[in-house]
């Protein structure tokens, strides 16, 4: 079939040109030329889990770039998330990120020349547990996605803070 064939060949040039940003250009003559490259690298990100980073990604890209970084697919996360609770989490959430407020598809507050994407996240991570239940998803946008697992979510108070500056060893404190 056509449509495999084109995917699998996108597939393989972006394995094997991991770190390389590409354009549109290259990636049409790629897939042998089909109009639908596009579709077909949108299926390798949601369907198959490859990061691959356009300018909605990263500020460094231009429109029509592409990149992937890492040759893994990412672990089933979203992918396993039906299409239905998708729209019911982000419909719930108002189509905005829960934890920096950015909306679907408007300019980040963070960074203006990315345009809000949003993404499905755990809200206690699956890897201490928790579920692809609707009640532990929300929508998060890929800014705080990226940085989610350097994330705290309780931040210290400035009073705990000095609390453990106090404990300090003296030159440390300085
Ligand atoms: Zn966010």
Known sequence: MAKQSSKAKLRQHFLENIGRVMNSEELFSVSGGVSEWARRVRELRLEEGYKILTHNDRSDLKPGEYLLLDPKPQP?????????????????????????????????????????????????????????????????????????????????????????????KGEDQL
């Open 76 to 168: 089933a996360f979203a992918r396993n998330i039906s299409k239905e609770t998708r729209a019911l989490v982000l419909d719930r959430n108002g189509y905005t990120c829960q934890m920096c407020g950015a909306v679907a598809g408007e300019p980040h507050p963070y960074d203006s020349t990315r345009k809000t994407r949003l993404h499905i996240g755990h809200i206690i991570d699956k890897s201490l547990g928790g579920t692809d239940d609707p009640a532990n998803l929300r929508a998060i946008c890929s800014v705080c996605n990226e940085g989610a697992s350097n994330l705290t979510l309780v931040r210290p108070s400035s009073q705990k803070l000095l609390v453990q500056i106090r404990r300090a």
